[in-house]
Structure formats: structure tokens, C-alpha cells
């Protein structure tokens, strides 16, 4: 374990961003954090770096602990804030010179990383403009650039595609997953894809609090409860319905559309090549055609929305029970 | 701490600021060697930066309104928190950056009176003593606002802030002499002080209590020195303004003394300030 967090609080006031959060992040891996907006994301990202101090808990980074040797912590940590750290009215090269003398690398290899870190992140042909005339997608490749300077242990990057085109999102997602070969990455993203695409481990975080972690693989077996099929027929809804009474065991939802209905058809039954059979003759045999078909298994967005709502309702409830805690 | 503090120099010298405050020094600088000595004739060369002062109230929150309070605004400050740096190494590496900002102009302003001896007997000791004494009292007041600069991340606020403080250490003595010279307005006049100051603690603390109680006990121990010894409240107010006053110190060194307690109450100023703005900074992590 390189970075360990401990029953990790930070309140704000009467408000807590996050409570009672605990994990483990081992070497060399890509982790994911998914949340929704104001999950709690940036706040852990922001104690695990030392930028915030904690309610409560500990973070211990390659075995320092970011509160008591905070110096020793940081040196094996490059991090990129959500918002990119740039001084303005400077080039990137100069600002990299800047990070690379605070960060402490030898004078004689600076010139070298630095080249490195610009050569990765594809800035070299601007390196000599000020900051404050770079497009945001530059900009964020500079604040990259910066976290990644002097090959850190462990890169933390808040939201690292944000403000980037797709071919910029796709060459910074294999940066990522180069890096991720000798260093240990942590990112943060509220869009799945980004994070099925490069992560080894997905954690989830929703109200503070860590819903799930595990393999993106192993995340979508393991809520792939059941199947849903959607068709479009050439039938009233009322048809549809009777239609759908002689297959068993499903759940039915059905809305007509003019001429057409679209219904969706969900089954806890595993063997989702059975279930499309039992449609098609059902319709087949009342003499109805199916314009459309198709089969989904729960897919990872369906899961995270599936955790991230369950823990709201549940954190409302908890919110009532502490509000009245709190007027006693 | 030597990468924060080359970056900062820098950063003054490639924008206007360094030189703006640089050139507003020498230009009255040059105004009042004009006068006393070109014009006038005198070879006391300590009376020009005896005349500077005033020049403060300007040039010091132009020189540190952005120090901190940029940082921020920009969120570069995550930078430096997430960065191998101590804050103390922060502060100290920007204090020093701002103090060799001011050692140009000072430096310049210490030729003059080299040139002025091939017309005359300038009698240097009390020169550079005076202007050593500049060099620090200037110190204490860019400390002062580099303070305030930690307490705001808007550059125009810190640069109120700070004109309000400096015109208030500029007048203080003027206004507190007309103010209070009596018992009864002396004893007003702390009261007042001590409200105030409460106020402050309990807003940079955000606690009504802390700041409720400070202002219980200052009134206090006001109140009961007042009722024991009523006569030593006698323009007791003016002579702690006077004894407090930052330029009421400076200008004894224009008169000739090496003044050893006010170069020491200049370097307290300096201390305490750089130690409240590391603890401004370490508190916005705990916000």
C-alpha cells in the first residue's frame, strides 16, 4: 500500500463533505474516483495532497503521514488541482522551472525533466507564450505538466480532461496509462467512461462516503442482476400488454408512440437469448411485428446511478435523524 | 524556499510594480534633495527621507496589496500547499523577495549623499543611520501589509485595507493628541481601542465567544487600572500612540540618536507580522 486513508472526516461547519472514509491504494495501479458533483472528490483529493487539513482521520503516503511529516508526504506526490495552479503572466517554461526548483530536483537535471514533462504532455510549442494567452486545454496540459514533473511516486489528477477536445481527452487518457506503468495514478472524473477507459480499481464516492470499489469488470458483474429488452412493435399499447402476458416473469414498461409502441421488458432471468425468443413469438403468434430489438445488460452507468441515488435516500433520511439529533 | 523567492523577485521585475514603487521612491526622493540640499543648501541628507514617510500611505499597499491575496484568487495556493514547502518557508522567501524589491531604491538613495560630500561636510554616520532605520521601518510596515494581504483574495480589498492602516499609523499621534489629553478621554479613548480590537479578534476567529471575552477582560483591566490610579491616565493615550507610532520611532534617528530599542521594535513588528500571516495561511487550510 502506497497511500493509505483512514476514517478520513472533513467538515465544513455543520456540513460534511466527508465522513468516516477509508482506503487502501496500491503501487503501480490506476485508481478512479466516480462521483456525482459534490461527492467529495476534490475535498479527499485535497487532504490527500495537504492542501486542506482533516476533521478527523489519517493519510499516510509511502509511509509518511501527510499531517505529521508533511514534507517528506508531499515529495512523493504530484498533484493537479481541479482548477490547474498557473501563474498567469509566465511561460510554461519558466513555471516549470519554478515547480521543478520548489519540488527540489537537482539543478543538473532540471533542463532534462522539464524537457521530458513537455515532450509527454505535448507543450513544447508553446512553451515560450505567456500562460495567460494558452487555451484552456493547453492550460490544463501545463498544470499537468506540473503534477507530473520529477516523476512523483503517486499522481493525483482532479478531473484531468476537463476543457479538452477529443483528441486531446484521448492522447492525455494514454499519457495516463503510460504513466500508470511506473507510477501509482490516482483521477478523479464524474464521467464513466473516462474511467472504465483507463482504470485499474473504481472506487465510488457519493455523499462522502465510498459506495463501491472493485475492478470495472467485476463492478458490472456484480450488479448485473438482470436483462432489458427494448422493442419498438407495430402495436397499441393496450396490445402490447396483452401481448406480453403470456411471457412470464418480467416487468413491463410501455408507452405509445403514434403508430408504434415502445416498451421496455426487464427479466431477473439470466439467459437473455431465451427471454428475446419468448418476445418475438409472442408477437409473431398475435401477428405483430417488432420494428426494433435490443438487449442490454446493466451497464456500469447504470450501476453508478443505481448507488449514487440509493445512498442520497438514505443519506436524507440520515440527514433528518441528525437535524433532530441536533435540535435536542 | 530560494525557487519561491527567485520567482517572486522576478515577478515584480517583469511586471510594473517593482518599478513603479521604485521610481515613486526616487522620484521624491530626488524632489526633496532638490530642495534641502541643492536649493537649500544644508548638508543633512536625513532630512529627506525624514520627508518621505507620507510616500508610505501610497507606495506600500501598491507594493503588497497582491503578495498573498493573488495566490488565492488565482489558486495557485494549492501549489503551494501540495508543494515539499514549509509555509514559513513561503512567507519568509515573499518577505524577502518584497524586502530586496525595496533595497533597490534604498540603495540608490544611499549614493546621494556620497556625491553631496564633494560639496560639503555631510556627516554620514547619521545619514546611514537614518537610512537604516528607513530601510527596517519600511520593513515593518511592508510586513504589515503583506498581513493583511494573507487576510483577503481580492488585491483591492488588501490595498484599502492597507491605505486605511498606513493613514492610521501616519496620523495616529496628530489625532490622539487632539482626542485625549485628559483622565476621562484617555480612558475613552482604550476603551474604544480594546472594543475595537475584540471585534477584530472575534471576526478573524470566527467565534462571537473568543471574541466576547477578550473584550470583557480588556475592559476590565481598563476599568480597574482607571479606578486605582486615575492620575496616570493623564495623556496616557497620546504617549502609548507615541511610543507605538512607527514613524514617531523612525524620526529619532533623524535626530541623531541610534536609537537600539527602535531598531528592535521595527524587527518585533516584522516577527509578528510574518508569524500572523503563516498563521493566516495555515488556517485557510482548516477552514
Request: aromatic share 10%; glycine share 6%.
Amino acid at each position: 500500500m502506497i497511500v493509505e486513508v483512514k476514517n478520513l472526516t472533513k467538515r465544513y461547519g455543520s456540513h460534511t463533505a466527508v465522513s468516516d472514509l477509508s482506503f487502501g491504494i496500491e503501487k503501480g495501479k490506476i485508481y478512479g474516483f466516480l462521483g456525482p458533483n459534490g461527492a467529495g472528490k476534490s475535498t479527499t483529493m485535497n487532504i490527500m495532497t495537504g492542501c486542506l487539513a482533516a476533521t478527523k482521520g489519517d493519510v499516510i503516503i509511502g509511509g509518511y503521514d501527510i499531517f505529521e511529516q508533511p514534507l517528506e508526504a508531499k515529495k512523493l506526490i504530484g498533484y493537479l488541482p481541479e482548477m490547474p495552479p498557473l501563474y498567469m503572466d509566465r511561460t510554461p517554461l519558466e513555471y516549470l522551472k519554478f515547480v521543478a526548483e520548489a519540488k527540489g530536483i537537482k539543478k543538473e537535471d532540471i533542463n532534462k525533466e522539464i524537457d521530458k514533462v513537455m515532450e509527454e504532455t505535448m507543450i513544447k510549442d508553446v512553451s515560450d507564450r505567456i500562460i495567460k494567452n494558452l487555451s484552456k486545454g493547453y492550460r490544463q496540459r501545463v498544470g499537468i505538466a506540473q503534477a507530473i514533473l520529477g516523476d512523483p511516486e503517486v499522481i493525483i489528477l482532479d478531473e484531468p480532461t476537463v476543457g479538452l477536445d477529443p483528441r486531446q481527452i484521448i492522447e492525455i487518457r494514454d499519457l495516463i496509462k503510460k504513466l500508470g506503468k511506473n507510477h501509482t495514478v490516482i483521477l478523479s472524473s464524474h464521467i464513466l467512461s473516462e474511467v472504465q477507459a483507463v482504470c485499474d480499481t473504481i472506487l465510488i464516492i457519493s455523499k462522502g462516503k465510498m459506495v463501491a470499489c472493485d475492478t470495472p469488470d467485476n463492478l458490472e458483474k456484480l450488479f448485473a442482476g438482470g436483462i432489458t429488452v427494448k422493442i419498438t412493435a407495430e402495436a397499441s399499447e393496450k396490445d402490447v400488454k396483452n401481448i406480453c402476458k403470456e411471457i412470464k416473469n418480467i416487468k413491463l414498461t410501455v408507452k405509445e408512440n403514434g403508430k408504434y409502441s415502445e416498451a421496455v421488458i426487464e427479466s431477473k432471468d439470466k439467459d437473455e437469448n431465451k427471454l428475446c425468443r419468448d418476445i418475438f413469438f409472442a408477437f409473431a403468434k398475435n401477428n405483430k411485428a417488432i420494428i426494433e430489438m435490443t438487449k442490454s445488460a446493466a451497464s456500469l452507468e447504470d450501476i453508478f446511478l443505481e448507488l449514487t441515488e440509493s445512498e442520497t435516500e438514505e443519506e436524507k433520511n440520515a440527514d433528518k435523524e441528525s437535524e433532530e439529533g441536533d435540535d435536542e | 524556499m530560494k525557487a519561491v523567492f527567485k520567482h517572486e523577485v522576478s515577478s515584480y521585475f517583469t511586471g510594473l510594480t517593482g518599478y513603479v514603487f521604485g521610481a515613486f521612491l526616487l522620484l521624491f526622493t530626488g524632489i526633496y534633495c532638490m530642495v534641502y540640499n541643492i536649493s537649500g543648501g544644508l548638508t543633512n541628507y536625513e532630512y529627506v527621507p525624514a520627508s518621505l514617510p507620507f510616500i508610505f500611505i501610497i507606495i506600500i499597499p501598491i507594493l503588497t496589496m497582491r503578495v498573498i491575496s493573488e495566490e488565492k484568487k488565482q489558486k495557485t495556493d494549492q501549489l503551494l500547499y501540495s508543494l515539499p514547502l514549509s509555509m514559513t518557508q513561503v512567507v519568509i522567501a515573499k518577505y524577502m523577495a518584497l524586502m530586496v524589491v525595496f533595497l533597490v531604491p534604498v540603495a540608490i538613495m544611499c549614493i546621494y549623499p556620497l556625491i553631496l560630500t564633494a560639496f560639503g561636510h555631510v556627516y554620514l554616520p547619521v545619514v546611514f543611520g537614518t537610512m537604516l532605520a528607513f530601510y527596517l521601518m519600511g520593513g515593518a510596515l511592508i510586513a504589515i501589509g503583506m498581513f493583511v494581504s494573507s487576510l483577503t483574495d481580492n488585491q483591492a480589498v488588501a490595498a484599502g485595507i492597507n491605505f486605511v492602516i498606513m493613514l492610521v499609523i501616519y496620523f495616529i499621534t496628530d489625532l490622539s493628541e487632539y482626542a485625549a489629553t485628559t483622565a476621562v478621554g484617555s480612558l475613552l479613548a482604550l476603551i474604544i481601542v480594546a472594543i475595537l480590537f475584540s471585534v477584530l479578534v472575534g471576526f478573524m476567529t470566527k467565534s462571537v465567544f473568543s471574541g466576547f471575552t477578550v473584550g470583557v477582560v480588556l475592559e476590565a483591566a481598563i476599568v480597574a487600572f482607571f479606578t486605582i490610579r486615575r492620575s496616570s491616565f493623564e495623556g496616557l493615550f497620546p504617549s502609548i500612540m507615541n511610543k507605538l507610532s512607527i514613524f514617531e520611532r523612525f524620526y529619532t534617528f533623524v535626530q541623531g540618536v541610534f536609537d537600539i530599542t527602535g531598531i528592535v521594535y521595527f524587527l518585533s513588528i516584522i516577527g509578528v507580522c510574518l508569524f500572523l500571516t503563516v498563521q493566516s495561511l495555515e488556517k485557510r487550510r482548516w477552514s
